[in-house]
């Protein structure tokens, strides 16, 4: 046989072989879903709105979004596809499609967990079409791998099944993060402008330390109301971290900040408290409304931080002067940061927090 006529039967051979790959599907459910604070009563709904209710139709919506949810599996086939439904929605116009309705999964390697592909929503089928499908990554080598699965940042996941070659087994992954942080705040948190559902800042934060991170990131709604202080004082946490001064004005916060806290601290008296102040927006850039509007707003969020420390000494405050970096390059819009934005925001926050996680045992 010459070398040419062999190289055409094995190209023929590998084609035959691949278009006889099956792929059988499995219930996501049944596997390791990760991320609620709270058990809920639906699959990927991180806040059981019939348990606690915001009386805002906003907010019960991004209750039920699967953000910061994530499917803990390993399996041994060489390929990962996956079928899932979401809202009919368009993604907003901060958003990738594949940040707001998509899948980002990672495979763990040499302990680290390395990014291996993503699930690319069909938006071109019309503006009611709800139902994915697709290859999430492909041709990988033979071998068991162990998977994280983050589910849409910015919608609700109404199912998911995660299809495998026929012969392969997919099984359920022990979850390997540590303690429990929960990360509350507003469109910054939610991670409006991350490329993918894993590249919120609190997704990259648990990934990077193997902490177990809950994002309760709610897009313009985080106004330090009570009805958020009630849930948060419901979870076991060992920790919480504030994004908390993104969305209230500067009344909002004198109002509301101190009622706001003591309802946590009668749950948790001795949990550390980490309060971010809010980015230096570029948006007041050349706006001098809105930079009156930021400047007293930081001012009232530091004020009633550093009031409370003088009688609280599990509460920290974390200044944000280098959130965004200094080339003007870090933000979609002047608001919300991009992954570049995350990175920056990452670099100045994670020796800080993990310093002070650090003196409560949580390393």
């Not at 944000?320 to 920056?344: K, M, R, V, W």
Request: aromatic residues 12%.
């Amino acid at each position: 046989m010459t070398r040419n006529l062999f190289l055409s039967v094995l190209a023929l051979s590998l084609c035959m072989s691949l278009s006889a790959q099956k792929t059988c599907y499995y219930d996501a459910a049944s596997l390791n879903v990760i991320g609620k604070a709270i058990p809920t009563s639906k699959d990927y709904t991180r806040i059981d709105t019939s348990a606690y209710k915001f009386n805002d139709a906003v907010i019960e919506e991004f209750a039920c979004h699967s953000t910061g949810l994530a499917v803990l599996f390993a399996t041994d086939s060489p390929f990962i596809k996956a079928r899932w439904q979401t809202s009919p929605k368009n993604a907003s116009e901060n958003m990738t499609a594949i940040a707001q309705k998509g899948l980002d999964l990672y495979i763990r390697q040499d302990g680290e967990w390395v990014f291996a592909g993503v699930g690319r929503p069909d938006m071109d089928k019309g503006p009611d079409y709800a139902c994915h499908e697709g290859t999430i990554v492909k041709s990988m080598a033979l071998g068991r791998k162990e998977c994280i699965l983050y589910l849409p940042l910015y919608d609700r996941l109404d199912s998911l099944f995660i299809g495998v070659e026929e012969g392969s087994y997919i099984e359920p992954l022990e979850n390997p993060f540590r303690h429990r942080i929960v990360v509350k705040g507003s469109s910054v948190t939610h991670g409006l402008a991350a490329s993918r559902p894993g590249m919120s800042y609190a997704a990259r934060f648990g990934r990077d330390n193997g902490l177990y991170c809950f994002n309760l990131g709610f897009s313009g709604k985080s106004k330090l109301q009570k009805e958020y202080a009630e849930y948060l004082a419901d979870i076991e946490a060992d920790a919480f971290i504030f994004d908390a001064f993104s969305n209230p004005s500067a009344e909002i916060i004198h109002e509301n900040f101190d009622t706001f806290v003591d309802i946590i601290r009668a749950a948790h008296p001795d949990v550390p408290l980490i309060f971010m102040q809010t980015e230096r927006r570029e948006s007041r850039n050349f706006d001098t409304w809105r930079e009156d509007f930021e400047a007293r707003k930081q001012a009232a969020a530091e004020q009633e931080i550093r009031d409370r420390m003088k009688t609280d000494r599990h509460i920290y405050f974390l200044p944000s002067d280098d959130f965004l970096g200094d080339e003007h390059i870090a933000t979609s819009d002047g608001s919300h940061p991009t992954d570049l934005g995350f990175t920056y925001m990452l670099e100045s926050i994670s020796p800080k927090i993990l310093k002070i996680l650090r003196k409560y045992g949580i390393k």
